[in-house]
């Protein structure tokens, strides 16, 4: 036994954990730590106090529970809400009220009117080298420019369509041409960009072609290339596109005597299950639009009527007698929801509220 006590009991001098206290017993050692590092004499922890709660006065008879304490150091500290300072309120950019409409005609002039003054409705007439209005700029086409659009987030470029079938997109800054759009297409009906700009939809005259898929066309803006062009296989013209103000879809207006709606997304497919179909067409250059909320769609009507749709039941909502012609044209007020404006084919102008 006192072999193997000498035998695995003897611990070297250089582990230095064990002491030997004699008679094969030793006792384990504990390891010395590592000296402290010093701290330097300039420095001192900065401590954050909690502000001083002040206590109301309490006779020094009353004893004071640690309940009450915590009820009036919170009453103390916390300040009431109405003491607080309310923040500013926003900013809104207030609309100017919409009394000025104004309208082209086939006399080469563009009228600014007054619609609310029944005295002079007529503000304005801009004319070509005329000192009514400033001519700053000037855009030559070869072609009868049909439609003009601006784009919808910079106000410097604009794309035009015309009878040639040619799509252009100009910038005001060099008053020059950036980016063109070649399909060999009929003469141009309507133009529309998306909300964000990045593509635009063509409408074009298919008449005299034997392809009438191409009476709409989806195109990318900075690849001047179509996105599709199998969007309306059928054999009729379409006088008016228009995107939703909110929704993922457009509306087409057909010669068939209805209005169509297409999906905004790929593959841009025709809602074969809902349509807008009370009003007639018949050949004339009638056109739709939405409310600015997006819940209504106004049309205009061969029959001099103004139509209005439910946008989501595709129901007739209202029929409106403006012209003993053909209504050619409306547009939604773009602050009052309840006004607005039509003109006829023979150049009246009804505003309806």
């Known amino acids: 036994m006192d072999l193997l006590c000498k035998a695995y009991g003897d611990v070297s001098d250089e582990d230095g954990e064990f002491e030997n206290l004699g008679e094969g017993k030793y006792k384990r050692q504990r390891p010395i730590p590592p000296p402290k590092r010093p701290c330097s004499e300039g420095y001192a922890p900065v401590q954050s106090r909690s502000p001083a709660v002040v206590l109301p006065a309490q006779p020094p008879s009353?004893?004071?529970?640690?309940?009450?304490?915590?009820?009036l150091s919170a009453e103390a500290t916390s300040t009431p809400s109405a003491a607080l300072p309310l923040p500013n309120p926003p900013i809104t950019n207030v609309e100017p009220p919409g009394h000025l409409l104004a309208s082209a005609s086939m006399?080469?002039?563009?009228?600014?009117?007054?619609v609310w003054n029944k005295n002079q409705q007529k503000v304005c007439a801009l004319r070509y080298h005329n000192a009514a209005g400033?001519?700053?700029?000037?855009f030559k086409e070869e072609q009868t420019v049909e439609v003009v659009r601006f784009h919808p987030e910079n106000s410097s470029l604009f794309l035009s369509g015309g009878s040639k079938g040619l799509l252009r997109l100009w910038d005001i800054r060099v008053g020059a041409v950036v980016k063109e759009y070649l399909k060999g297409l009929g003469p141009i009906l309507d133009v529309e960009f998306s909300r964000d700009g990045k593509?635009?939809?063509?409408?074009?005259?298919?008449?005299?072609s034997r392809i009438s898929e191409n009476s709409i066309i989806l195109w990318d803006v900075?690849?001047?290339?179509?996105?599709?062009?199998q969007v309306y296989a059928e054999a009729y013209t379409c006088t008016c596109v228009r995107y939703h103000p909110y929704g993922s879809?457009?509306?087409?207006?057909?010669?068939?005597?209805?209005?169509?709606?297409f999906s905004a997304r790929l593959p841009y497919k025709l809602d074969k299950y809902k349509r807008y179909e009370n009003h007639g067409v018949w050949g004339f250059p009638v056109k739709c639009n939405f409310s600015m909320n997006g819940q209504q769609i106004a049309s205009g009507s061969s029959d001099g009527c103004i139509y209005l749709y439910d946008y989501k039941s595709s129901n007739l909502l209202k029929k409106i007698?403006?012209?003993?012609?053909?209504?050619v044209d409306v547009a939604f007020h773009p602050t009052i929801p309840d006004v607005i404006a039509s003109c006829s084919w023979r150049g009246e102008i009804s505003v309806f509220g």
């Open 62 to 71: 009353r004893y004071v529970s640690k309940r009450d304490r915590a009820i």
């Open 107 to 114: 006399d080469q002039a563009v009228y600014v009117w007054n």
């Open 134 to 138: 400033t001519e700053t700029q000037m």
């Open 199 to 208: 593509t635009f939809i063509s409408s074009s005259d298919t008449s005299n």
């Open 222 to 229: 900075m690849r001047q290339v179509p996105l599709s062009n």
């Open 249 to 261: 879809c457009f509306i087409a207006q057909s010669n068939g005597n209805y209005i169509a709606v």
């Open 321 to 327: 007698k403006a012209f003993e012609q053909p209504c």
